[in-house]
Nanobody
Framework: QVQLVESGGGLVQAGGSLRLSCAAP????????MEWYRQAPGKERELVAS???????NYTDSVKGRFTISRDNAKNTMYLQMNSLKSEDTAVYYC???????????WGQGTQVTVSS
């Protein structure tokens, strides 16, 4: 059973910053698109940001200019630097590793981010 291990969530005031981390086994990490999702209470899970193995990056509009996704291939770890946090960023954040061939689709256990206004 492949596990992605997340860390870095917590409680922060609006305007503050947090950095999330997601570690994966090397054979998975090196070939996968790595993604951050979030799910707020009563809402569907949404894709926040993604980074390919080649370094191409995408963000959902609501976090552009505030969040930065990155990956350290030497450490098999992905990061999400979250700045200027807002109350609407409150959610459980999940990381995901995916690939088409070979098929890869693994999720982390989720980490709670709570932004107080």
């Amino acid at each position: 059973q492949v596990q992605l291990v997340e860390s870095g969530g917590g409680l922060v005031q609006a305007g503050g910053s947090l950095r999330l981390s997601c570690a994966a086994p090397g054979n998975i990490f090196s070939i996968s698109v790595m993604e951050w999702y979030r799910q707020a209470p009563g809402k569907e899970r949404e894709l926040v940001a993604s980074v390919t193995s080649g370094g191409s990056i995408n963000y959902t509009d609501s976090v552009k200019g505030r969040f930065t996704i990155s990956r350290d291939n030497a450490k098999n770890t992905m990061y999400l630097q979250m700045n200027s946090l807002k109350s609407e960023d409150t959610a459980v954040y999940y990381c995901r590793a995916r690939n088409v061939f070979p098929v890869i689709n693994y999720w982390g256990q989720g980490t709670q981010v709570t932004v107080s206004s």
